[in-house]
């Protein structure tokens, strides 16, 4: 059996690919991390009119079974408005999905001495987009047809914890890529667990700090500056957690092998399948 590899050296690992990799991360950032967190500041944070849900969380008991014909609309305002949040906030996840194919392909292809630039990787991404939207999706609807059963919905997100790499990896779609994601984490889905939830840690101090600097600052103009730098930062911090979860990938599919249809080192390049 195949030596299983400790978290001190995937993530001492998933640092020095970082670090090295920086100029690709920053880039990233730039083109992508930025405008979502633009989109997710001046777009979506400003949907819910925050006067209309400060009024109805101070006089909630009022709001309730109540005949009074402003209240009833109000409520029904708020109900369109978090609606639509939520909607949007779904579209722009679905776009940073694109992040997340550049920092599996650079992981992929420094393991594999391979060295390309950011905009080959990143029109390499944009190609398999698709492809790996389809799988999300996929997993999105297993995942909310438990959405009522907490466990059975948590166990599903951590068993398919490894199909986008999957797919970006190996180019395989659908279920042959669901197939091997659930069988490479079956065989230690605790452990899935750990490495999914650890990157959070590291946000912990950026989101300390942010939340002293609200404190200080009452400019509206200010705050949404710093939440775009905010989110803009989360998504580079996350990058470790995504590179850390693909070693944790190759780690573990050691022990069941790699799947069927692997494509070409060739047809790996052009993102084709």
């Known amino acids: 059996m195949p030596e299983r590899k ?4 995937l993530f001492s690992e998933a640092v020095n690919i970082f670090r090295r990799n920086i100029s690709i991360f920053l880039l990233l950032t730039l083109f992508v991390f930025l405008p979502l967190s633009l989109a997710n500041v001046y777009i979506a944070d400003r949907i819910i009119d925050t006067e209309l849900l400060n009024d109805y969380l101070s006089n909630f008991e009022s709001y309730l079974n109540t005949t009074d014909y402003e209240k009833i609309a109000n409520i029904s305002a708020l109900t369109k408005q978090f609606t639509t949040y939520i909607l949007v906030s779904f579209i722009l996840s679905l776009f940073s999905l694109v992040g997340d194919i550049v920092v599996i392909k650079t992981t992929y292809e420094r393991q594999n001495g391979i060295h390309r630039s950011f905009f080959e990787v990143f029109e390499d991404s944009v190609k398999q987009f ?3 939207l389809g799988i999300f999706l996929i997993t999105r609807f297993f995942i909310s047809l438990g959405i009522f059963l907490i466990i059975p919905s948590l166990y599903m997100i951590f068993l398919f914890g490894f199909v986008i790499q999957v797919v970006v ?7 042959k890529a669901l197939r091997h994601a659930v069988r490479v984490s079956r065989t230690d889905l605790l452990r899935v667990v750990g490495y999914k939830l650890f990157p959070v840690l590291l946000l912990v101090p950026l989101t300390f700090v942010s939340s002293i600097l609200f404190e200080f600052i009452s400019n ?10 905010k989110l803009s930062l989360d998504s580079l911090i ?3 957690g995504t590179i850390l979860v693909t070693l944790l990938f190759f780690d573990m599919q050691k022990l069941v092998g790699e ?13 084709q399948s």
């Open 6 to 9: 400790r978290f001190s050296y």
């Open 130 to 132: 698709p492809k790996v």
């Open 169 to 175: 990896i190996y180019n395989i779609g659908g279920f």
């Open 220 to 229: 509206k103009y200010v705050i949404d500056v710093i939440n775009v730098i």
């Open 238 to 240: 996350m990058c470790i």
């Open 259 to 271: 799947p069927v249809d692997i494509m070409s080192a060739q047809n790996y390049s052009s993102g």
